[in-house]
């Protein structure tokens, strides 16, 4: 029996990682590493989450957005734990004072997991622990002016978590998709004034790849006015999505409040871009409006430019262009949102149709 507990803690340390799939996960002799149960405990430390407060609401919020997904996963989140700490058979969330512990990190995830043979191959995550960086500025808040995305001075907290919950359900890294288990603070939806932080297709297909499908009802569509941009190590980097001129070329921008505008013309040919993920459990086509609005929030009340629509299955985010016209009796010199709301019509049943519009912003030439 001793000889093989020994074996067993060589065989421990032979976990990779997989890439053949989109999202990634730890596997122990090609076995994925995941919980044994669908439904996992995590307890909120009551000093750093204490009753009444917007962190304690905000890690509320998150813990709904990863739970909505179509896996048959989902955390069940306990609050008030008054004795936190690693290794102790709990899995528990606390903020830390002790940067060291984090090796720097905003955030670390701590996973326990076992990976041995013993007349098979036994393999499963035991405890993770997710600790927030009490050293670093974080905002609970979801208004765009508040977060280091859209020029604000605060690291989203609710981003931030999400990324670390993807841990915490058993995603690794993944540095080849707009993704939250890339750079979180840009992996966000917004619309008007307000963000939203969000799981997205890829690590929703994670999920599913690790749990299996829920038995429920489960679909949801979303537009994000963010992409892919590349690799930063094992992360993805990610930018705002762009307008383009009529064959693919740069439009003239300028900044403000941390976002683009872009300068167009009155009956100037443009591309949109924007990405369209499909969070839900299957093959969607949904329909899409395109709107010219006044203001920053973006809903089938504005004015409609134009109509189509896309095939989502389930796997990775899918950034595309329009090409739209400026209707030509906008007013010159002043700003406008072009924008897009997936499943315009309705015809889906979704889990949440706050992620439905985003858009970029314009400025229209003299
Ligand atoms: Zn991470």
Not at 120 to 132: A, L, M, N, Q, T
Request: glycine residues 10%; contains cysteine; charged residues 15%.
């Amino acid at each position: 029996m001793k000889q093989l507990i020994s074996i067993a803690i060589v065989l421990g340390s032979l976990t990779y990682i997989q890439s053949t799939e989109a999202a990634s996960w730890r596997t122990c002799s090609g076995n994925k590493i995941k919980w044994d149960s669908n439904t996992v405990t995590m307890r909120a430390s009551n000093v750093s989450f204490p009753s009444g407060s917007s962190y304690r609401s905000a890690l509320q919020t998150v813990i709904s957005r990863v739970n909505d997904n179509p896996s048959k996963f989902n955390f069940n989140l306990s609050t008030g734990d008054t004795s936190v700490g690693f290794d102790n058979g709990q899995n528990e969330t606390w903020f830390t004072n002790d940067s060291d512990a984090l090796d720097g990190a905003p955030a670390v995830a701590f996973s326990w997991t076992h990976c041995y043979w013993l007349f098979g191959w036994r393999h499963g995550i035991d405890e993770v622990d997710v600790v927030f960086n009490n050293n670093v500025t974080y905002t609970s808040s979801s208004n765009k002016s508040a977060l280091n995305t859209y020029g604000g001075s605060a690291r989203p907290f609710r981003t931030t978590a999400t990324h670390e919950f993807g841990h915490a359900l058993g995603l690794l890294h993944e540095n080849r998709y707009y993704n939250i288990m890339g750079q979180d603070w840009d992996f966000i939806h917004a619309n008007g004034n307000s963000t939203r932080a969000y799981l997205g297709e890829d690590a929703a297909n994670g999920a599913v790849i690790l749990y299996g499908t829920t038995g429920g009802y489960m679909e949801d569509v979303s537009l994000s006015h963010h992409k892919y941009l590349g690799t930063s190590g094992e992360y993805s980097r990610h930018q705002p999505t762009r307008l383009y001129n009529s064959s693919g070329g740069n439009l003239s921008r300028f900044g403000n409040s941390g976002e683009w505008v872009y300068r167009v013309n009155k009956g100037q040919t443009v591309r949109l871009e924007l990405t369209a993920e499909n969070n839900g459990k299957s093959y969607q086509s949904p329909a899409v409006g395109y709107y010219v609005s006044t203001n920053n929030y973006i809903s089938t009340g504005d004015r409609r430019i134009g109509t189509g629509s896309l095939g989502l299955g389930r796997n990775i985010p899918y950034t595309f262009q329009r090409t739209l016209t400026i209707p030509s009796n906008l007013n010159s010199g002043q700003y406008y949102w072009l924008g897009a709301v997936i499943d315009y019509n309705g015809a889906i049943s979704e889990s949440s149709g706050v992620n439905n519009a985003t858009y970029v912003r314009i400025y229209v030439n003299y």
